[in-house]
T-cell receptor, first 114, second 110 residues
Framework: DAGVIQSPRHEVTEMGQEVTLRCKPI?????LFWYRQTMMRGLELLIY????????DSGMPEDRFSAKMPNASFSTLKIQPSEPRDSAVYFC????????????FGPGTRLTVL | DQQVKQNSPSLSVQEGRISILNCDYT??????FLWYKKYPAEGPTFLIS?????DKNEDGRFTVFLNKSAKHLSLHIVPSQPGDSAVYFC?????????FGTGTRLKVLA
């Protein structure tokens, strides 16, 4: 298996633009997580899907952020409009089932908002 | 509210010596604790975990110790190798969430 796939690996955009990050989880995994890594807060969980259904989006910073999982093999995280403070590395992770199971991370998308 | 804290942002250790990475937590409901390792430009990868009912788990050169009364866990790497240089995240796990700390950057000097 290729592991969790994220695209793009790097994104540079200007403030106010829409940004879409993409994730393909490991085949057979039914849980998907979006994280954001910053120096100050480390790895923060933004949203979690189980069987394509959003279970917990309490970590989504504000309404500018939205996430979808239209099927078991694809998820998107959208920021509209983007702001400089959104600059961070965004990771997608997947696992089989829930608690106690190892989460497998993708390589991340480094987002820079100018 | 940081439920998981890694108070040392960085640590340097000589090759062959012991590396000790520390982590404190506040949430008594965590039932698992995990350590992940992250190399530059890669995603974090799982390293070792410990159940909250245990106080030690060992896997080769890596040992995790859990002190529930102090709400403290530590990762010991013996002997440290240059390839261990990375950022290490500890995490507490409840029902489904991992709550990660801010990470400690370990540099193993050859």
């Amino acid at each position: 298996d290729a592991g969790v796939i994220q695209s793009p690996r790097h994104e540079v955009t200007e403030m106010g633009q829409e940004v879409t990050l993409r994730c393909k989880p490991i085949s057979g995994h039914n849980s998907l997580f979006w994280y954001r890594q910053t120096m100050m807060r480390g790895l923060e969980l933004l949203i979690y899907f189980n069987n394509n259904v959003p279970i917990d989006d309490s970590g989504m910073p504000e309404d500018r952020f939205s996430a979808k999982m239209p099927n078991a093999s694809f998820s998107t995280l959208k920021i509209q409009p983007s702001e400089p403070r959104d600059s961070a590395v965004y990771f997608c992770a997947s696992s089989f089932e829930l608690a106690g199971n190892e989460q497998f991370f993708g390589p991340g998308t480094r987002l820079t908002v100018l | 509210d940081q439920q998981v804290k890694q108070n040392s942002p960085s640590l340097s250790v000589q090759e062959g010596r012991i590396s000790i990475l520390n982590c404190d937590y506040t949430n008594s409901m965590f039932d698992y604790f995990l350590w992940y390792k992250k190399y530059p430009a890669e995603g974090p990868t799982f390293l070792i975990s410990i159940s909250s009912i245990k106080d030690k788990n060992e896997d080769g050169r890596f040992t995790v110790f859990l002190n529930k009364s102090a709400k403290h866990l530590s990762l010991h790497i013996v002997p440290s190798q240059p390839g261990d240089s990375a950022v290490y995240f500890c995490a507490g796990s409840g029902t489904y969430k991992y709550i990660f700390g801010t990470g400690t950057r370990l540099k193993v000097l050859a």
